[in-house]
Structure formats: C-alpha cells, structure tokens
C-alpha cells in the first residue's frame, strides 16, 4: 500500500448560514494516495466544494481529521495553515485567479514571495515553470493580455512553483473552450505521469474518465469512490 | 513578523499603488495640503511671536516706563482769559524719591521728549527731540552706527551736541554726511555727533523699523543743554491764544538690576508715585509684564493653530481611509487569492500599511516642500513676518504620517480578517 497523501477521518463540517445551520460535510471518510490522479463529483451544494476548501487548508473541519502528508492539520493555526498553503499545495481555479496588476513570471512567484525566496532564486524557478508551459514569449506580459488557455497556464506554473505535495483544481476548464481546455488537461495528465498527486473538481464525466479515481459527493456524503479502471494509465 | 524583506515590500505597494494613479495622487493631496498647512501656519505664528518678543525685548525687560500723562483737567479755560497754564506729569521730586525707595535700581533715565521743528539747511520738518542723560543708552537696546552717543562731559558742561536717529539721518541730511554738521533744534544750533540705530533695524527686520519708526526719527540731545536753552515751560501756540504747560520730566525709564527683581520693585514705584500724585497724571508700562501677556497671547494662538492642523491632517487621515477601504474592497480577490497562495494575515496588514505609508510619506515630503515655499512668499507678498523652524517640519510630517498609519490599521485589518474563500468567489 504506497503513502497517503490526503486522509479524512470522519470529517465533519458544518457552518451557519444566517439562521441556518448547514452541515456540507457529515462524516466523510477519504483517503488518496502519492501519486493519485482524483476526481471529486456532485451536485452543488453536495459538499464537493467545501471538500476542496478543507482539503487546500483554506477552510477548517468542525469535526474529525484531516492528515496532509501524514501530518495532523485539523488544529492548526491560521498561520500555520497559510505556511502550509504557500509550501505543499497548489492550487488552480476555474477563473485563474491571477494578480492582474503582476506580469506572468510575477505571478508564478507569488507563493515563493511569501515562503522568502531570494528574489534570484525565485526568478530562476518562474522562468523554468513558464518554459515549460510554453510561456517563454509572454514573461512580461500582464494577465489582461493573455488568452484564457495562456493564464490558465501561467497558474499551473504558479502552483507547480512550490514543488505541491497536493495539487486541487476546481473546474480548471470551465471557462475554456473544449480545444483549450483538452490542452490543459492533457497539462494535467502529464503532470500527473511526473508523479503529482491530483485532485480535482468537475461536472464533467468525459473529464473524470482521465482520472484514477472518481469520488461522488452527494447531500454532503460520499455515495462512489471507485477505482476508474479506463483511466489508470 | 513578515518573512518579507521590507525593501521587497515596499516595491510591491509602489506596484499595487501604480495601477491607480489619479486616486493615489488624489489621497496624496489631502496629506499634501495638510502638512503644507501645518508648516505655513506654525512660521506664522512663529513669525508673529518672534516679532511682539523683539518689540517687548527692544523696551528691555528689566525695565520700568514711566510716561506722565495729561489728564482732564478741572481747571476751568475762563472765558476771557487766553492764556493757560498746565502743571502735570513726573517731577524731579518723584526722580528722586524713586531713586530713594525703588529696590533694586540700577540706573534712573530722566527724559523729557517734545516734539519741535528741526532743520539743516532748507530741509525743515517736525520731528520727537529726547533730552535724556547718557545712561540712556545703556537701558535701551539701542545700538550706535556710527560716531558716539551723548557722554558725560556733554552733559557736565551741557555741550549744544546731538545724536540723531538712522531715519532722521536719511531723511533731514540726505546726500550730506551728517557727522559734524550743524542741525537747528527750535532755532537752537546743535552739532551732529552720532547716528543712532535700533537693534532689530540692524537685523534688517522692515517690520520693527515701522514700529519703532519714532524712535529711529529722533533727535537725542543732553538734558542739561535743554534745561539751559528751553526750561521746563512749553509754549504751544494756536488760534485761541497760548497754552504753556509745565511738565518736568516726560518719561522716566527705571532700570532694575534683575529681571526677578522688577515686579517688586514695580510695586515700590506705584507706591510712591500714589503718595506724591493725587491724581493719576502717569503710567506705568512693564514690559516683562507685556512679555507674560505676549507668551499667554501666543500660548492661545498655538493652540487655535494647533488645533486647525489637526483638523486638516485628521480630514487627510480619513481621505486615506476612505480610499484605502475602497482599494481593500476593490481587491478583495486579489487578498483571497494571495491568502490561498500562502500569505499570512500580517503579510495582508503590511501590504496595504505599506501602501498608506508610502501615500503618506510621498504626500508628506510634497507638502513640507509647499509649506516651506509658502511661508517665503506669505512673507515676499503680505511682508508678515514668517519663521521656518526645524519642530515645525517635524511636527507635521511624523504627525501626518502617524495620522496615516493609524487611519491605516483599520482598512489593512479589514483586508487580513477576510475569509479567503470568500474573497476568491467575490467578483
């Protein structure tokens, strides 16, 4: 049995919502390995999303546990939890989420800006990452100015800059067109072979036959988490 | 604290600040107008004090004046009867009582000041004359430029000498060296042996030289040549008729040996100038007394001042936080995206402090260049004096920029404490 990168036990969270109390995650048990390629499925409002906060340390469970890497997260600081963000995960969005004002190799920085990377250091890496996403003639350029599949790319570069233990996207293709987005998966496959371990969100089940394991969210449990046989490479 | 290095920080708020440059100016204006205000209104008031202080200073403070006064009198113009004669003011009496009862005293200046007509040459015109005893310029901040004041062999044998005021130099001999050259003081021939200046006109200061612009117009001669020439009755002729008033001295001009010494010593001098007076025919002027008024004067001028700066760098303070809560919630993605890439809540705090500081520090440096300009030309236009102070500039710049910071935390709170999943769904 190879290392867990992601393990819930019996993960709880609930949130109030004005007068309502809302449970997104009631008792989910996950476990994903090093190098496993995840898909995570459901409606909105089935807790996928509130999934993905808590397994990117950016929201906290109300009840069981949560290892990253084998490390205890649950209990956590606020800054402990944001140094684990900016050194072991990567994140990439549906709508990019880059610094409009920051230039390409400026973006790809920003988690190294906040880890202290010398300036030098950290510029040799963006301009590595933007390399190899095919971004050698955009350096300078400020995300206003790029094709939606060129920043898609210049944020996988941002969440590579790290080296993640965990990689999370959350609908990474939404907003491209199908020729773009199968360019970006196919990004994502091939991060993948390197050995990254993967896990994203999406309603696509073309999509979800790329992946290892597809995981189906449904009322805040998980109702599938089945080994994708089609995909395994 | 932030892992950070400063210098790091402060390219990336010059960056973030850069994309809105009309705004950033904007802000930079009220912080420009408020330290600029700041400067220009403290070397004013700082002008204004130094000016009543070298006023009162001029009349030296361990002096006391004593000027007789004409007072109403009872004593009836009879009709018919065209001639009248009014007794009044100091007497040699009252000279040497003070001598005897004032503590303290140092020296006693008697003088008597009249105005009459003065000429050299066809130049004629009507000027104070100061029959004085050479100890006078010892008690007042006058300054000899040139030739010497009167001395005591003047005075011993009344010598028909006088010294005459830089104004009157300028306006009676002008084109003529008045050194040695003979003058006419109501007819009486007197010869020019020094030229008399005050202290603030020698510091070139145009304002003093209005104030004391009798003063520097006037003729001093020794008290005893006038006695001999003129007595002590003085004939004023007009339509009606004659009024001859009798006035010993004019003014007395007590000096004290030390300045703590002159309140007492002031009181003595009321004493006795109430036994030998019945009426009030004189005044007193202490000008420590008018140096305590000035300070209580300038105490309230600061604070009215002060308070008027305050209100114009809290009016720039809030315009920081007016804009820096715009910008905070205008890029309310850009601090959930920075939050989910690793930065931690004081990494948020300092960012946008970083940007208020550098707001405020620009602004700031603009505005102590304003305010240093101003004043000069306040000055070159309005010739109100202004003094440029060092406290000044540091007042308003670290009060300015202390002002920004404090208006600063909130927004930069504000920005920290955002959920960042909420921020990256906010669009």
């Not at chain 1, 390399?131 to 400020?142: C, D, I, W």
């Not at chain 2, 890439?341 to 970083?354: E, K, P, S, T």
């Not at chain 2, 060092?390 to 404490?417: E, K, Q, T």
Request: with cysteine; proline share 3%; net charge neutral.
């Amino acid at each position: 049995m190879s290392e867990a990168i992601v393990e819930l036990k019996s993960a709880v969270k609930e949130y109030v919502n004005g007068a309502l109390r809302v449970t997104a995650m009631r008792g989910i048990d996950l476990r994903i390995n090093r190098g496993e390629y995840a898909v995570i499925m459901g409606a909105s409002g089935s807790g996928k999303s509130t999934c993905l906060n808590v397994l990117g340390c950016l929201d906290r469970l109300t009840g069981g546990e949560y290892l990253l890497g084998g490390e205890d997260v649950s209990g956590l600081t606020d800054d402990e939890l944001s140094e684990i963000r900016s050194k072991r995960l990567g994140f990439i969005f549906q709508s990019y989420n880059l610094i409009p004002q920051l230039n390409v190799l400026e973006n790809i920085e920003v988690p190294l800006f906040y880890q202290g990377v010398p300036e030098a250091a950290a510029r040799r890496q963006a301009e590595k990452l933007a390399k190899r996403m095919g971004l050698e003639s955009r350096l300078t350029h400020k995300p206003m100015e790029l094709s939606g599949g060129q920043q898609q790319r210049v944020a996988i570069a941002r969440s590579l800059v790290c080296d993640p233990i965990l990689m999370l996207a959350d609908e990474p293709t939404g907003n491209l067109d199908s020729k773009t987005g199968e360019e970006i998966l196919e990004l994502i496959d091939e991060l993948h072979a390197e050995g990254k371990t993967i896990v994203m969100v999406t309603h696509d089940d073309e999509i979800a036959h790329r992946a290892q394991r597809v995981v189906r969210f449904l009322d805040g449990r998980i109702i599938a988490n089945d080994l994708n046989g089609a995909a395994a490479k | 604290m932030s892992s950070m290095r400063p210098e790091r920080m402060v390219r990336l708020a010059v960056k973030n600040l850069g994309q809105y440059k009309l705004r950033a100016g904007l802000t930079m204006l009220g912080i420009i107008f408020g330290v600029c205000s700041v400067v220009a209104m403290l070397s004013v008031g700082e002008g204004a004090n130094q000016e009543i202080q070298e006023k009162i200073q001029q009349m030296g403070s361990r002096n006391i004046l004593i000027k007789s006064v004409k007072v109403p009198n009872e004593e009836s113009s009879q009709s018919g009867r065209r001639i009248t004669i009014a007794t009044y003011g100091l007497t040699y009496d009252d000279a040497s009582d003070l001598s005897r009862f004032v503590p303290h005293l140092e020296a006693s200046i008697p003088i008597k000041r009249l105005r009459y007509d003065v000429q050299f040459k066809a130049r004629r015109l009507q000027t104070d004359v100061v029959a004085t005893i050479p100890a006078f310029i010892r008690v007042q901040n006058y300054r000899m430029v040139r030739g010497r004041f009167l001395t005591a062999a003047d005075e011993e044998f009344g010598a028909p000498v006088c010294v005459i005021g830089t104004r009157l130099a300028r306006m009676l001999f002008a084109g003529y060296d008045p050194l040695g050259r003979t003058m006419t003081i109501a007819g009486d021939a007197y010869t020019v042996v020094g030229i008399v200046g005050d202290i603030a006109q020698s510091e070139l200061s145009a304002q003093s030289e209005l104030w004391l612009e009798g003063e520097n117009q006037s003729v001093y001669v020794p008290l005893t040549t006038y006695m001999q020439k003129r007595g002590d009755l003085f004939a004023q002729m007009s339509e009606g008729g004659s009024t001859f008033e009798k006035i010993e001295l004019y003014e007395l001009i007590l000096s004290i040996n030390k300045q703590e010494n002159v309140v007492r010593a002031v009181d003595a001098v009321r004493r006795v100038l109430k036994r030998n007076h019945a009426k009030e025919d004189y005044s007193i002027v202490v000008p420590l007394e008018l140096i305590r008024q000035a300070r209580e004067t300038r105490r309230l001028f600061n604070i009215v001042l002060g308070s008027i700066a305050a209100i114009s760098l809290i009016v720039g303070g809030i315009g920081i936080m007016n804009i820096m809560l715009a910008t905070v919630s205008e890029r309310t993605r850009e601090i959930g995206i920075r939050r989910a890439l690793g930065a931690r809540r004081i990494d948020i705090v300092l960012q946008f402090l970083m940007e208020t500081l550098i707001l405020s520090i620009s602004g700031g440096v603009i505005g102590l260049v304003f305010g240093a300009v101003i004043p000069l030309v306040i000055t070159a236009v309005t010739s109100v004096k202004t003094v440029l102070t060092f406290p000044a500039f540091a007042v308003a710049f670290s009060v300015s920029v202390a002002v920004s910071v404090v208006f600063g935390i909130y927004p930069a709170r504000r920005a920290a404490l955002m959920d960042p999943i909420e921020a990256l769904r906010h669009e």
